[in-house]
């Protein structure tokens, strides 16, 4: 098994190539890219390189959890307006019914998200709801479309190359949201209680001049339980494409981007909204990409903070001015 490395920028990769790098966790193989295969792309705002928007023949993005606090509607609405495509899969849970049924939340840019999705399927983008365990109460309106959404609970695409992909959200091959659901919400509102503490915890290290850390990112990594339930979910979806005789599959779910390729079968998933900020796009030739809008604000941050160290550094500090030396009073001469 092979996997690829969260580096910068950008990533492709061509079915039928091993694609490689060094994760530095259990379980996964150090490699090396294919030769002329670039792999990780980083976003460059509403124009990519010489001012043109960046155009796609398929973009696959999931689990944005809207009506939660910890979408990034920002960098979302970014990409949203960066990028265009023929047809743009929304690879499950879209809207977190988990979270809006235990409280509300629900602002202006999570409207502003909606409308920009209306918004490209009405200037003739095919946009495609793949219906997720977080959005699963849309599950009864799975066949019908609204607003030129068509929601399905699983879909299939062919690439431009001819290769057939799965695309299904994931949940159905995680063992705990499938047959332990109580456990499951629990562990929602622990991602939840992380996500929060982990907000914080990047507040205080801004204040101290230090970038943005993520703490369930470096948990994902470092904890091997973490890394084995991954290398589970993937090799289920994989198996699960393979049996049905398709060449890839496309999903989310674990909030983990990743494009790999295991005995001729593809498996690429596009992340989340909430943290990584990652999506997978289609090349006009058939080429899958990782898209990592996340990596993006963090360069932004890192040369916002370089800049503000260097004003610090040169800004002259003014001293107080020496205090006059006093002299005893002379006697006046006799």
Not at 3 to 16: M, Y
Not at 143 to 156: K, P
Request: net charge positive; proline share 4%.
């Amino acid at each position: 098994m092979t996997t690829v490395a969260r580096v910068q920028p950008p990533l492709s990769f061509r079915p039928g190539t091993t694609a490689s790098g060094d994760h530095g966790q259990a379980g996964h193989h150090p490699r090396t890219p294919p030769s002329g295969q670039d792999r990780r792309t980083g976003g460059c705002g509403p124009d990519g390189p010489g001012g043109e928007r960046r155009q796609y023949r398929t973009v696959f993005i999931s689990d944005l959890h809207l009506g939660t606090r910890f979408c990034r509607t920002d960098l979302l609405l970014d990409f949203l307006d960066a990028v265009d495509c023929d047809h743009l899969f929304l690879v499950g849970d879209i809207v977190d019914g988990w979270r809006l049924r235990r409280s509300w939340f629900w602002d202006g840019p999570h409207n502003q998200v909606v409308q920009a999705i209306l918004a490209k399927a009405a200037a003739g983008t095919r946009v495609t709801w793949v219906i997720g365990n977080h959005d699963e109460c849309l599950m009864a309106y799975a066949g019908l479309a609204f607003g030129g959404i068509e929601l399905v609970r699983e879909s299939e695409h062919e690439l431009a190359d001819g290769r057939r992909f799965l695309i299904v959200h994931g949940d159905a091959f995680d063992m705990v949201v499938r047959y332990a659901k109580g456990v499951a919400l629990l562990g929602d509102v622990a991602y939840n209680l992380a996500l929060r503490a982990n907000r914080w915890l990047n507040v205080a290290r801004r204040r101290l001049g230090l970038p943005y850390w993520s703490l369930s990112a470096y948990l994902k990594q470092r904890v091997k339980e973490a890394v084995d339930f991954i290398n589970r979910f993937e090799r289920a979806v994989t198996d699960e494409a393979r049996r049905r005789g398709y060449d890839g599959v496309v999903c989310g779910h674990i909030h983990h981007a990743d494009i790999r390729e295991t005995d001729g079968i593809v498996y690429a998933n596009d992340g989340d909204w909430v943290e990584s900020c990652t999506a997978i796009a289609e090349t006009r030739d058939g080429r899958l990409q990782i898209l990592d809008w996340g990596a993006r604000a963090r360069r932004r941050e890192l040369v916002a903070l370089a800049r503000a160290r260097r004003s610090q550094a040169g800004t002259p500090r003014l001293l107080p001015a020496p205090v006059a030396e006093r002299r005893p009073a002379r006697e006046p001469a006799a």
